[in-house]
């Protein structure tokens, strides 16, 4: 069975700070995908990045940044420079791709409090 | 624009009481779902919907029924058989096979409370 573990509840910054959320994965399959959503109050789930299992290259996208290491089974994301307008829940999740269609198992998420 | 469009937004029900929450997506999706959230649980998936006329339960089937008789549309019906109805609820749609990039597009969310 697929698992995500996103151990961090709650982290609390000082804007400017920069914050990793950490996000560990359990899988056998040896094909899927990792996702990080935003989910801000208003509810819904803005996408923000995907990896696929070859892939292990970091990106950097702006003040975003996240680290693959498939050694560890982490999928960790990094924001530079926290703004208030980062506050948001990170759900962290994994795919399994079968047919037409996509199972993502999420993590419980973090929620993130960039305070002025 | 095209999106994943949830209603209502807001839904009281009082105990006892089926209820159906709407999904409907013009981004010519041929895969849908239902993930229900709550407090420190994160998302879990209820139902999934790969074509048209078929879909599976996914890890909290019980209590919930759906139907897809249509590309565009994947309602979701709470029934009395769910023993804590109140949650977050969140549809979701993706790609077909070739446009398939693995990720999920969802809707704003249905928030059901039973009194």
């Known amino acids: 069975a697929q698992k995500v573990t996103q151990a961090q509840t709650e982290i609390s910054v000082v804007e400017k700070e920069d914050v990793t959320l950490d996000c560990v994965y359990e899988t056998r399959d040896t094909t899927y995908y990792l996702f990080w959503y935003k989910q801000p109050p208003s509810g819904e789930l803005v996408f923000l990045i995907r990896?696929?299992?070859?892939?292990?290259q970091n990106e950097i996208s702006g003040r975003y940044s996240w680290n693959f290491q498939k050694s560890t089974s982490s999928f960790n994301f990094t924001i530079t420079a926290s703004q208030v307008m980062d506050s948001a829940v990170y759900f962290c999740?994994?795919?399994?791709?079968?047919?037409?269609?996509?199972?993502?198992?999420f993590g419980t998420g973090t929620q993130l409090k960039v305070e002025l | 624009d095209g999106g994943i469009t949830q209603s209502p937004k807001y839904l009281f029900r009082k105990e006892g009481q089926n209820v159906t929450l709407s999904c409907e997506q013009n981004l010519n999706h041929d895969a849908m779902y239902w993930y229900r959230q709550d407090p420190g649980q994160g998302l879990r998936l209820i139902y999934y919907s790969q074509i048209v006329n078929d879909f599976q339960k996914g890890d909290i089937a019980e209590g919930y029924s759906v139907s897809r008789e249509k590309k565009e549309s994947f309602p979701l019906t709470v029934t009395s058989a769910q023993k804590n109805p109140t949650a977050f609820y969140l549809c979701?749609?993706?790609?077909?096979?070739?446009?398939?990039?693995?990720?999920?597009?969802f809707g704003e969310g249905s928030r059901l409370t039973v009194l």
């Open positions: 999740a994994l795919s399994e791709v079968t047919g037409g269609g996509n199972k993502l198992t």
């Open positions: 979701a749609s993706s790609p077909n096979r070739r446009g398939n990039t693995g990720e999920l597009f």
């Open positions: 990896r696929n299992s070859f892939d292990e």
